[in-house]
């Protein structure tokens, strides 16, 4: 089956600072999204990103389907960014999952 | 626009028992899928319903079961409870002729003792 690899497994900000987050896939996909996911278990959902580039505030998301990964931009960090960023793709109907990065944006 | 919803929101039971556990799609969803999120893990896929029919299914036991009704809101339902069964249960729900992108619900917390 596909696997899904997020690098890196922890990460630690500084308010303020830049960071850019990464999913790699072993086969092709038509389907990716990232979500956020908050200390209460809520799965955010962020971008829906087959392919190509999306904003969203500070967040922007790019897939290279082609080249098999998909990176989460993250600007200006702020300490409501922590928790858990997760990317999904699809496989017939169910969504794969990564094994996260853990965020912590410290002030 | 009332999101994914799910019931109840935490649970204890004791080895052996059942448990149901409840989801209510998004407006306008048609399709519910089920996952197992272990506790420092990514959630796993446990199996997806359309049409009141088990569509797909992941790799777990047939203790684990479901249903979808004709409102298409669904229950998970698992028999003789393990201690590893522990674990945050989400609901996704998505609509089926769009195919894709999966909406999450709050979770189950559900502990085995």
């Known amino acids: 089956g596909i696997q899904v690899e997020q690098s890196p497994p922890d990460l630690i900000l500084q308010e303020g600072a830049n960071s850019t987050l990464r999913c790699n896939f072993s086969?092709?996909?038509?389907?990716l999204q990232w979500f956020h996911q908050n200390p209460w278990g809520q799965l955010i959902n962020l971008f829906y990103?087959?392919?190509g580039t999306k904003q969203n505030g500070r967040l922007s998301a790019t897939t290279v389907a082609t080249e098999r990964y998909s990176l989460l931009y993250i600007s200006s960090s702020q300490t409501t960014d922590s928790g858990v960023y997760f990317c999904?793709?699809?496989?017939?109907?169910?969504?794969?999952f990564g094994s996260g990065t853990r965020l912590l944006v410290r002030p | 626009d009332a999101g994914v919803t799910q019931s109840p929101t935490h649970l204890i039971k004791t080895r052996g028992q059942q448990v149901t556990l409840r989801c209510s799609p998004k407006?306008?969803?048609?399709?519910v899928s089920w996952y197992q999120q272990a506790l420092g893990q990514g959630p796993q896929f446990i199996f997806q319903?359309?049409?009141?029919?088990?569509?797909q299914r992941g790799n777990f036991p047939d203790r684990f079961s479901g249903h979808q009704f004709p409102n298409y809101s669904s229950e998970l339902n698992v028999n003789a409870l393990l201690l590893g069964d522990s674990a945050l249960y989400l609901c996704?729900?998505?609509?089926?002729?769009?195919?894709?992108?999966?909406?999450f619900g709050p979770g189950t917390r559900l502990t085995v003792t």
């Open positions: 319903y359309y049409e009141e029919e088990e569509r």
């Open positions: 086969d092709s996909v038509n389907n």
């Open positions: 407006s306008g969803h048609d399709t």
């Open positions: 996704a729900s998505s609509y089926t002729g769009t195919g894709t992108e999966q909406y």
């Open positions: 990103i087959p392919s």
């Open positions: 999904a793709v699809r496989s017939s109907y169910k969504l794969i």
